[in-house]
């Protein structure tokens, strides 16, 4: 790998930029490998990264359907924060907020990770509660999340019309501070680029077509479009797709799959300082550094593979946008996609082994995963190279779904997140 | 948006006018409190969340307030067919796609 620098660059120019090698290969599959991650996302090369970098694992293949990045890791508003409620979610995503800072350095490679602060608004009394509960908890926890009064929000985002009149007024705000966002294709392609260089194939228009197990029910390799490729152990990481891979090796999961949109304007100038959610009138927005407005809606009611939600959806959430930033108003929105989001009943994902031996899965990111890709893929690459978990994924196990032990962000939060 | 067809009032209308409703043909059981914890889990949490045909429940809320199932394909999100709740799960092996 030809390390990225200052001189780097000034030496390309000066040969008009002819010299840029191939930032990662696109080999042949081989017969079999010591692992296989099937799924190119952040998470899933994130995975094979640090198999490398941490566990000296580098006989590793990442097996990706369509295009590395082309799933939810290229689909989502990027928004990073760590402010959860409960113990078990403050570890895995603070440990992953810890990693964000830093991960450019350590890829060689700009994630532009801006920690520009993340500040979800209150519209209710219900929300005040629960957002000064959080505040504590977080707190507690080590992780930093503030209250602020409506005026208080209004000097950290001008645009937030705080009137009284409004359908449903801000009555005040937590803000993380170290929250914000980061470039979503450079996180896939700094992944990527990495692994490689350490050894990792990725092999992409590859779908995963089976879970092939030996007579003692381990698993022995997959079924591809391009062939039977062996692998001693295999982690699914395929979000949206997770129940139909998993049913594939006859473990059923407790995950549904449903649309989840989002939109960007047309560019502007930098107007927007901050990230700002609501989820009780669901939406999330910021302003990407091209200067369109990124725009997250919420999810379809009913679930769906087709990477399309309803107008409505849209339609709602930019009610609300124009409400808490009549500045806004009319402006016009470009173009806006779906993606499918796999989620748990409690909220929390699932990174385990599974009742396969040689099997691993993480899942159930739904909504939320984006923030989490560095830590969750960390852990992760520890659970497949020790085949057990790291302290910080051990309580986000498949079997909490039937031994009462779930992580219930769903009701912490009291709404989708 | 989806355009949905409901059994009672016999007449398509947009999704707006429905409530999606989980998953078809799951029974609750009626021995609740000697359910084991696997069966448990089975009823209350796994779903079979297809790519493919899916039997789902949906809600006329804003007609006639009843529920009925549907069979739709979660790639096309074309709906197969809807029927009124109680009528048995209908055989579309093949159909779809
Ligand atoms: C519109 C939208 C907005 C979002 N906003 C946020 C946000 O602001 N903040 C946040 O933290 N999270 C957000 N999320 C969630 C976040 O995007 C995901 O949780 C996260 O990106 C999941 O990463 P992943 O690597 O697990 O999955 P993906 O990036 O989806 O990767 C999975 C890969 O598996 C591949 N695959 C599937 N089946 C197969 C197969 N059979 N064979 C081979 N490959 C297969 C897919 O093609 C895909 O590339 C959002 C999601 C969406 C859709
Ligand atoms: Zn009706």
């Known amino acids: ?417 | 948006m989806l355009l949905i067809h409901c059994p009672y009032c016999e007449e398509g209308r947009p999704e707006l006018e429905f409530r999606h409703a989980g998953e078809a043909h799951i029974a609750r059981p009626e021995n609740m409190a000697e359910l084991s914890d696997e069966d448990f889990e089975r009823f209350f949490f796994i779903r079979s969340n297809p790519k493919g045909i899916v039997y789902e429940r949906w809600r006329h809320i804003h007609g006639c307030a009843r529920f009925f199932n549907a069979a739709r394909d979660t790639v096309s999100d074309r709906f197969l067919t809807t029927y009124k709740a109680g009528e048995p799960k209908p055989d579309l092996d093949g159909e779809g796609k």
């Open chain 1, 1 to 417: 790998m030809r390390k990225y620098s200052v001189f780097a660059i000034a030496r390309e120019a000066m040969r008009g930029h002819k010299g840029w090698p191939e930032q990662w290969s696109s080999p042949e599959p081989k017969k079999s490998y010591d692992v296989i991650i099937v799924g190119a996302g952040g998470h899933g090369l994130g995975t094979a990264y640090y198999l490398a970098k941490e566990h000296g694992i580098t006989n590793v293949a990442v097996l990706e359907k369509g295009w590395l990045g082309g799933g939810n890791t290229g689909r989502n508003t990027t928004i990073i924060r760590s402010n959860y409620l409960y113990d078990e979610s403050a570890g895995i995503y603070d440990h992953s907020v810890k990693l964000w800072d830093g991960l450019s350095q350590d890829l060689n490679y700009n994630v532009m990770y801006s920690p520009r602060g993340v500040m979800m608004l209150a519209h209710n009394v219900h929300d005040v509660q629960v957002f000064k509960r959080h505040i504590h908890a977080n707190r507690l926890n080590g992780v930093d999340n503030e209250w602020l009064t409506p005026e208080e929000a209004k000097a950290y985002c001008p645009p937030l019309n705080i009137s009284r009149e409004a359908r449903y007024p801000v009555m005040g705000a937590a803000l993380q501070r170290r929250g914000g966002t980061a470039r979503h294709d450079a996180v896939a392609w700094g992944y990527a680029r990495a692994a490689a260089a350490r050894g990792v194939d990725i092999i992409q228009n590859c779908e995963v077509t089976d879970i092939n197990r030996g007579p003692d029910g381990a698993v022995t390799g997959v079924e591809t479009t391009r062939g039977t490729i062996g692998a001693k152990k295999v982690g699914v990481v395929a979000a949206g797709h997770s129940s139909v891979l998993m049913q594939m090796a006859g473990v059923q999961v407790p995950l549904e799959s449903y649309p989840l949109q989002a939109l960007v304007s047309e560019p502007v100038k930098p107007v927007f300082p901050c990230v700002v959610m609501s989820n009780t009138v669901h939406a999330y927005i910021s302003q990407s550094d091209k200067g369109e407005l990124v725009i997250g809606a919420g999810t379809d009611q009913y679930t769906s593979y087709s990477q399309t939600g309803g107008l409505h959806i849209i339609q709602h959430t930019l009610d609300a946008i124009c409400e808490m930033f009549p500045i806004f108003t009319r402006m016009k929105m470009l173009r806006s996609w779906g993606g499918i989001v796999d989620v748990t009943p409690d909220r929390s994902p699932i990174l385990a082994k599974t009742p396969v031996s040689g099997l691993y899965v993480n899942c159930g990111w739904g909504t939320g995963g984006f923030k989490a890709t560095p830590g969750s893929a960390h852990v992760f690459a520890h659970t497949v190279a020790r085949d057990e978990p790291h302290p910080v994924n051990a309580p986000f196990t498949l079997e909490r779904f039937r031994n009462g032990r779930l992580i219930d962000e769903a009701a912490a939060a009291a709404v989708a997140h």
